[in-house]
């Protein structure tokens, strides 16, 4: 049979990472309320924004992934998130260039990926630059993200790792890559809520709802231009 690929995926690792753009949703005429209910068919031609958690850390947020991809089977999706920051003023909003699997052993060479790893994604590529080049029109700045399996709280370890990427974010490259996988576009849209290190923990506690809401706002700004590219390049799945 046939199947529409006509929804936007809009997701976090948990909830409360969705809670200013769910507010924009519903006071705003961009999108309705209607529009975002996981439920409603819009057609073959139309984009039916959809929200889901994806689970936080790199394992949770690969499996939450693939598993949203085959349940709801997006035509895009866009990742809303906060992140520990290099050098960068807290509050600002980021989209993913690219994404690179960072194990700190591995930059201090005690350890090595094995050849076969895939350690880094370009989602400034052809697929995904229409949602790259939204969210950066609509404000975000445009770097790479290192994914790391653990928060780095060592200031010395974190220089280490900023040449790794401009930010530091759990669950990037695990979102980026499920996506991959199922020819699925995105962009990952980050608010710096902390400094990488040891102050990282404190300041993310005092920040990262400020820093939610302002990824939220840039992501939800770039919603006409995204919206706009999906309606014009979604098509229905081959008969499976």
Not at 65 to 89: D, N, Q
């Amino acid at each position: 049979m046939n199947l529409p690929r006509n929804r936007l995926l809009v997701a976090a690792a948990w909830e409360p990472e969705l809670t200013r753009f769910r507010e924009l949703v519903r006071t705003s005429d961009v999108l309705s309320s209607e529009q975002a209910d996981p439920v409603q068919s819009t057609g073959e031609t139309g984009v039916s924004p959809v929200f889901a958690t994806l689970g936080v850390g790199l394992v949770d947020s690969a499996i939450g992934t693939a598993r949203k991809m085959s349940e709801l089977s997006p035509s895009a999706l866009v990742f809303i998130g906060t992140c520990g920051g290099h050098a960068l003023p807290l509050g600002s909003v980021v989209v993913a260039s690219r994404v690179c699997l960072v194990e700190p052993s591995v930059v201090e060479g005690r350890a090595a990926f094995p050849p076969p790893v895939k350690l880094e994604l370009d989602l400034a590529s052809h697929r995904d630059r229409a949602l790259h080049d939204a969210c950066e029109a609509a404000g975000a700045r445009s770097v790479a993200v290192a994914t790391t399996l653990a928060v780095t709280t060592d200031d010395d370890l974190a220089t280490r790792l900023a040449a790794s990427g401009a930010v530091e974010h759990l669950e990037a490259y695990a979102v980026a890559r499920a996506c991959a996988a199922a020819d699925v576009p995105c962009a990952i849209v980050l608010a710096v809520a902390n400094d990488v290190g040891s102050r990282g923990r404190e300041q993310w506690k005092a920040s990262h709802e400020e820093a939610s809401a302002r990824a939220a706002e840039i992501a939800f700004a770039a919603m006409p231009a995204i919206l706009a590219s999906l309606r014009t390049s979604t098509t229905p799945r081959s008969p499976a």
